[in-house]
């Protein structure tokens, strides 16, 4: 064969398979804002623990409810489609190799009723943040920070409690966990505390980190007046007389707007 046909033959196979690949790896994915509206970079989450994205809002086309908007119409809680080519990097959290554009939805539209939980993880993350506060010594020189929001209501997907937790870690320079107590001692993060008598219970302690969990109260009503309401409990631990909570929390959502707040019925300290 000459080179001349070897060459355009070569080229248009190229065209070809490139044509193809390029229709393939046009993607759509459902995910929820779970931070970072308003700063051009967003933390967003699906459904499993592995889809945690963060994608950055510049040069990238931006709708909302149809309508080509700018990036501030964006909003923490808000369910967006973002559309995608080129396929997933291997970080984490992932990122999308390049997205062109992110669908988003106003409150009280079809794909974002009012009256649901709006921004549970931006109350969840002032909650764990408020608990770092508490009795900080209980913070000094950890390494992990694991959050436990196997129990909290709200009905999160496994990619938004990942998410909380690698934010909340983020926040303070260590590395997330999602393991609850009994997890964190099968795999080894915590020390076995020895007491006296054959039938004492066994205690632990975890030296280089700390364990975040809110569960649900499971006494609470679901709605105060129509309105979604959550009702919760609040910890963090790191020994058996190191740990510091807050009870009976509540938190009411208007129609439609989000969170403005929460309360706690009491704190308690060991």
């Not at 000459?2 to 995910?31: F, H, M, N, W």
């Not at 554009?101 to 709006?118: C, D, H, L, M, V």
């Not at 320079?173 to 964190?184: D, S, V």
């Amino acid at each position: 064969m000459k080179p001349v046909k070897r060459c355009c033959l070569l080229l248009l196979v190229i065209l070809l398979l490139s044509g193809c690949q390029a229709a393939a790896e046009q993607e759509t994915i459902a995910l929820r804002i779970v931070d970072g509206a308003g700063t051009g970079t967003l933390v967003l989450a699906g459904q499993s623990a592995g889809d945690v994205f963060t994608v950055n809002t510049e040069d990238i086309t931006i709708l909302l409810d149809g309508k080509e908007a700018d990036a501030s119409v964006l909003a923490d809680g808000m369910p967006v489609e973002v559309s995608y080519r080129g396929g997933r990097q291997e970080t984490w959290p992932v990122q999308l190799q390049q997205v062109d554009a992110i669908y988003g939805f106003s409150r009280g539209s079809k794909e974002n009723p009012g009256g649901t939980y709006y921004d549970l993880c931006g109350l969840y993350l002032q909650v764990l943040n408020d608990l770092w506060g508490q009795d900080a010594g209980l913070n000094d020189a950890i390494a992990y920070v694991s959050v436990d929001l196997s129990q909290a209501p709200g009905d999160l997907t496994e990619g938004e409690k990942a998410a909380i937790a690698w934010i909340f870690a983020g926040q303070h320079r260590a590395e997330p966990l999602t393991l609850t107590m009994e997890e964190l001692a099968e795999q080894g993060y915590l020390t076995e505390i020895k007491l006296d008598g054959a039938a004492a219970p066994k205690q632990y302690q975890w030296e280089d980190g700390l364990l975040f969990t809110i569960t649900a109260d499971n006494w609470a009503e679901n709605e105060v007046y129509s309105l979604p309401m959550v009702k919760f409990h609040a910890a963090k631990w790191r020994t058996p007389l190191g740990a510091y909570g807050f009870s009976g929390c509540t938190a009411l959502w208007p129609e439609l707007g989000t969170w403005s707040g929460y309360q706690a019925e009491a704190v308690w300290i060991s």
